[in-house]
């Protein structure tokens, strides 16, 4: 995980900034400087590479959900910010949670290179089986062997309801 830059104080967020948690919208304050390119009320932010709103603030970038974070809360997240429904762009407050690195891995959606079409679900050539994928704690779950990719993903989800309970996610998100 690369370095998380600490947030500017809760003074500079809202000298700039202002946070509706019921939208997640962080809008611009009137009265900055670059009037023209931060008019006052228009949301704030521009898209990453990784889908991600972040915005600048003092000629540094930050990501927005996490300026969402602390200023609701007021402070910095201890870990990082975990969209719970994976919808990178909704910053809603009751949709963002402080997690670690690992717990927010579990939300993840299934692997673009994933061939069997479940997430966690892999295809063994060698023993014509399938496995399942699945480390609790740096330690895998299950070494059982299934002939359906179908009874595998049957049992990775149990699997996951029981070991992960709130962080259980297994792979497809509804169309919103």
Do not use: C
Not at 9 to 28: A, N
Not at 45 to 50: D, R, Y
Not at 107 to 116: E, K, L
Request: hydrophobic share 35%; aromatic share 10%.
């Amino acid at each position: 995980m690369k370095h998380i830059m600490p947030l500017p104080p809760m003074e500079i967020l809202h000298k700039y900034l202002r946070y509706d948690p019921d939208t997640g919208v962080l809008s611009w304050r009137e009265g900055l400087p670059y009037g023209k390119q931060r008019p006052a009320g228009k949301p704030a932010g521009t898209m990453s590479k990784g889908g991600y709103l972040r915005v600048s603030i003092e000629r540094r970038m930050y990501a927005i959900h996490r300026i969402a974070w602390k200023m609701h809360y007021g402070v910095d997240p201890n870990g990082v910010i975990d969209h719970i429904d994976g919808n990178k762009l909704n910053n809603r407050i009751v949709n963002l949670r402080d997690v670690t690195q690992v717990e927010n891995l579990y939300n993840a959606v299934r692997r673009s290179d994933n061939t069997t079409g479940y997430k966690g679900v892999v295809f063994s050539k060698s023993r014509n089986s399938y496995t399942i994928n699945l480390k609790v704690n740096g330690v895998r779950v299950s070494h059982r062997r299934f002939r359906t990719a179908e009874a595998a993903n049957d049992f990775i989800k149990e699997l996951r309801e029981s070991t992960l309970g709130e962080f259980a996610f297994h792979g497809e998100r509804d169309a919103a």
